[in-house]
């Protein structure tokens, strides 16, 4: 089994550091930004599986960051999961109107993390 | 659990990083910037502080912060009015943020009512403010309690999940559970925007068929012919019939969370009947149907339905493929849409031959294509299939990281040994001699590279080490709130050069000092502003923190518009302590300095914030640990400057090495202006005795070294050398000294860890011949001779 690598976009270290921790005990290769901006030029360089990204980051917030990404050309089928804290619905929104895919629900338990991850992904 | 702790030590020190930042923002807004990228800024410290706490179960800070930045939402929506008592309450509950998370990191509770008065302060604005009815109106306190109790995270826990099965949401346990046998049927339309947000049906069905035993049946009767295909449009929708005893309706909803809103779900139950649902032939193994190499033998073109509803086995081949790409593009969302239907069509026409994978790869980009593959294959218990591609070395994989943290000793230990590699370096430069350099010419070259090599590798060394000041004055602007409070006078702070890097290690160093620095001029030179009133001045005193780079120095000033030095009160006190004998009357400088001798405090009474004693003389102390110097102006009823003067870095120094009598003396390059050959140069006398040097209409103090260091020199004075150097306040001082030898750089040594504090020598340092050579002070010598003039 090929290994599913994860884009993870945060501007917080901590959440960074935990989903890197969850994720590659899980077998996935984690790559890391800080925000939207960084997270793009991953995204030029980089294949990855799915992206997973914080809504609230300085630079490029998530929101744009789900637009960009939708709108460069490979990049349409590339599963996109919202973190937030926000169980609001309209942060939510905003997010799956920019192209998102699904969500995650922060503070994440590992295990819901894992089967939501592979609710979006092959 | 020491992974846990791990995440926690990130935890603290990225807080304490949000709370500088949440300090550095909120003395802008103070000041009137309100605009929305500070809100901005602001909220996301909170943001991101609650959302680590929740991580870890720091219940209390969880529920400050989100109260916090609940107001602070409502503030940036624009239902709270940013005022400057909501600004007075924000940088109370930054405090009181600050606090829990002390409290979260040493372990020690804070008393369960803290913060409450803030937290009710809060609420009440989030009331008074919200309209009525509004949905976010409630209260906030109470909204917390809901969302946000914490979760403990397992960190060990998700292996089992990742390991295999498709995995059973713990969301189904917790649904209320309808124990009834049953059948259900779904009716499932996707929408385009179901595939614009990269979702897709292929892995809704797999969570499907988790559920129970799955039968699906694609509806392609709406599929038009090919040549009418419109790229955008999606043509097909799904009926599937799951089977389950303990299924229940809320469970198939969950699986269609994510795609709510972007398609059309019908979930019926049915009456119980334990009716399979009734596949349709088109899903059916259709032998009777021509295969897709058959039509393309007959050169027949191929009616897409057809194509959909081809032999099981092919059909199967065609999930194969398309699960083995998932990276491709979603048919209804390639980037050049109109391309995909008119090349498949093509490549029928002209590709006869194709075999059924390529024929596979052609109609891929059709919009029916990939979604209809599962319709033939009934789903169980998928398991999550990996990706074919991505199969690259992972030798060069970045991971997008921009920046890592090191541990400052190992930072340090290279800067040590790139120091002693400059002392190799010019050692062995030092031992070409022209004999030598004549020989062997690509020895020479070699070590011109080794040079240059040198100097960039420490360059960069040190970069890693430098730091903006900003750090230590994002500080300040609450010191002075703090002190504003406390004295009742009105101070304003003004910060200057706040992007000046200078070395970490100096940085550490330095809030101390300016802290005692901020608080004696907030104590003792500002006035009250009833008195700044009588003399004239503004109601509010200014306080003006700036950093400069000088050459090799970095200029750290701190200075008032307050009252200035009271010399009179300085000298009786230093007198009165025997700081100063009875019969030595000091100059003004010389009393101004006075206010960092040991021991010293004039403060009437001992005021809560500067006046214990200990305030200036550790200034002075701390400055000089780390090879700087302190400098006080003051001007009566004007105010008062203190200028710190730092090294760049504590490592290397540029320095000019001169010859003092047979003895070498290096001069920091950095305050060296020229040199002049004596015999060039215009003395002249003065009536007290000394000398100057006239340059260019100016005169400039004249000190010979070697007269000042007590040296013999036998040079001819003509053939001496005056080094033009530039001390405190662009003050001129006119060095003279018996030869210039180059150029160099070095480590400085400390005098005083190695041997004792001589007045006028700033260090000490090993040259390249292994001889020892003496930084020479300059400012302090200039310092000495004004003193003594004065004297």
Redesign the interface.
Known sequence: ?????V?TVD?????L??LH???S??????????DGK??L??LK???V?VVITDI???VMDGIEFIKNV?AT??H?????LILT?E??QDKRDQG?AA?????IV??????????VI????? | MSDLDDFKATYFDECSELLTELEEQFAAIEAGERDADRLNAVFRAIHSIKGGAGAFGFSALVGFAHAYETLLDYVRDGRIEMSDDVVALCIRANDIVADHVKAAQTGEPLPADYGMDEKERFDALARGDAAPGDDEGGDPLEEFDIEFTPVMVNLDAPQAAAAGEAPVDDAFEASPMQVEPGHWEVRFTPHRALYARANDPLLLFRELAALGEMHVRAVLEDIPPLADFEPFAVYCSWEITLISPALTEAMIREVFEFVEGDCDIAVVQLGGAAVGFDIPPAAEPAAAKPSAKAMLAANQEPDPADLLALADDEVASLLDFDVAAPAAPQPAFAPEPEAAPVSAQDSFEQAPGLSFAELAETIQPSPVARPAAPAATPLRAATPTAPSEGEESGGNRSNGVQSIRVDLDKVDRVVNMVGELVITQSMLTQQMDETLRARYTELVRGLEVLAQTTRGLQDSVMAIRAQPVKSVFSRMPRLVRELATKTGKKIKLETIGENTEIDKTVIEQLSDPLTHMIRNSADHGIETPDKRLARGKSETGTIRLSAEQAGGNILIIVEDDGAGINRERVLQVARDKGVVAPDVNPTEEQIDQLIFAPGFSTAEALSDISGRGVGMDVVLSNIKKIGGSVHVRSWTGKGTRMTLRLPLTLAVLDVMLVKVGESPYVVPLSSIVETIQCSRASFERVPSGGQVLQVRGEYVQVIDLARRFEMVTETDPENRFVVLCEAEGSAKVALIVDDIIGQQQVVIKSLEENFERVDGIAGGTILGDGNVALIVDVQGLKTTIVHKNAA
């Open positions: 089994m090929t290994t599913l690598r884009l501007d917080s270290r901590t959440i550091a935990m921790h969850t994720l005990n899980a077998g996935f290769e984690v790559l890391q930004a800080e960084q997270g030029d991953v360089t980089e294949t599986d609230n980051m300085p939708r050309g490979n349409q089928s590339l599963p996109i804290t169980t609001s799956k192209g998102g895919t699904g969500w922060k503070p994440f338990d590992p295990e819901k993390l894992i089967s592979h609710r979006v992904v092959h």
